[in-house]
């Protein structure tokens, strides 16, 4: 699982380089959240701009990060790419993310 982690304008900022999380790599995804949020201050944005495909074993390692993160550190969403808002939108977990339309640093959602 590649992840990639900054600072931006105090934010931490994780960047998945990858265009899915599903079954082979949720379990992956939140060992490595695990040791990159080790250092995160009140706020994680976790940048889905190069994902195009979350299922709900994905879904639910994202929710897992959300709640081992909680409630010392926020975390966000942004940049989703079409197919993943909107099964962020059907499983209603837009109204438990924040969702940016684009990354710190400029990144948005590439196009499929």
Same mark, same amino acid.
């Given at each position: 699982?590649?992840?990639?982690?900054?600072?931006? %304008?105090?934010?931490? $900022?994780?960047? +998945?380089?990858?265009?899915?999380?599903? =079954?082979? @790599? &949720?379990?992956?995804?939140?060992?490595?959240?695990?040791?990159?949020?080790?250092?995160?201050?009140?706020?994680?944005?976790? %940048?889905?701009?190069? $994902?195009?495909? +979350?299922?709900?074993?994905?879904?639910? =390692?994202? @929710? &897992?990060?959300?709640?081992?993160?909680?409630?010392?550190?926020?975390?966000?969403?942004?940049?989703?790419?079409?197919?993943?808002?909107?099964?962020?939108?059907?499983?209603?977990?837009?109204?438990?993310?924040?969702?940016?339309?684009?990354?710190?640093?400029?990144?948005?959602?590439?196009?499929?």
């Amino acid at each position: 699982m590649n992840l990639l982690s900054e600072l931006v %304008d105090g934010t931490q $900022v994780v960047r +998945v380089e990858e265009e899915r999380i599903d =079954a082979s @790599v &949720a379990i992956q995804f939140k060992d490595r959240m695990r040791d990159l949020s080790a250092q995160s201050g009140d706020r994680l944005i976790l %940048d889905l701009g190069r $994902v195009n495909f +979350v299922d709900s074993s994905g879904l639910g =390692a994202i @929710v &897992a990060v959300m709640k081992f993160l909680a409630p010392a550190c926020r975390l966000e969403l942004a940049a989703l790419t079409p197919m993943v808002g909107k099964v962020f939108h059907m499983t209603r977990m837009d109204s438990v993310f924040a969702i940016h339309p684009t990354a710190p640093g400029g990144r948005t959602a590439k196009a499929l």
